[in-house]
């Protein structure tokens, strides 16, 4: 009996274990959240406008969504791939109050159209973002901005970098460029 229910426990941790951990790292990316002081830092350098929509290409717990939408007034959408995370997500951004400014889809961020973002929030390893660029920028509004920690864009030149090159920034700026060419 009791080995039975030891068993039982092993096997849901197990279970647990390859929805929240071992899946999200074969199929993008690994589950490690932004600090909330580098969250602070990342919103404040992509200078987002109160009412732009951000997207968080796997959002996790949510935090990234909350912060954007309770301190810099954005609309903000997240794309997880664990139904645990994102039912811990969406507790969370009903507990903060935010249901309003906040919508979390659970999908493959492999398979999601960016059309309506102006900023993306990518927090990805580089297996990951090499998967999505430079396809994804098909998608984007020419003046969409993407917003990377940690890791660049390879073969992409970012518009702003920090001073301890955590945070990188892309503006798209193509109409910007044609005019140039006026
Ligand atoms: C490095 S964490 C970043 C979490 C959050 N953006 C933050 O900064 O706190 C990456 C997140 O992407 C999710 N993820 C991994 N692969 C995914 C996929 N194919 N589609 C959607 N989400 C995915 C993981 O579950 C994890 O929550």
């Not at 609309?75 to 906040?102: C, M, N, Y």
Request: hydrophobic letters at 45%; one cysteine or more; glycine letters at 8%.
């Amino acid at each position: 009996m009791t080995a039975t229910l030891i068993s039982i426990l092993a096997i849901g941790a197990a279970l647990l274990l390859a929805m929240v951990v071992i899946g999200p790292a074969l199929f993008g990316s690994p589950w490690h959240p932004i600090s909330r002081k580098d969250l602070k830092r990342a919103l404040d350098f992509c200078e987002a406008q109160a009412g732009e929509r951000l997207v968080d290409l796997g959002s996790g717990d949510g935090r990234v969504l909350i912060a954007a939408a309770k301190q810099y007034g954005l609309l903000a959408t997240g794309i997880e791939i664990d139904p645990l995370k994102v039912w811990l997500s969406s507790f969370r951004v009903r507990r903060e109050g935010v249901q309003d400014r906040v919508y979390i889809v659970q999908a493959d961020l492999f398979d999601t159209d960016y059309g309506e973002a102006d900023i993306l929030f990518v927090y990805l390893t580089h297996q990951a973002i090499d998967k999505l660029f430079p396809k994804i920028l098909e998608q984007l509004k020419p003046t969409a901005k993407i917003l990377c920690y940690r890791f660049c864009i390879r073969g992409m030149t970012p518009d702003k970098v920090n001073a301890d090159k955590t945070l990188f920034l892309y503006t798209r700026n193509k109409g910007a460029r044609v005019n140039q060419f006026r």
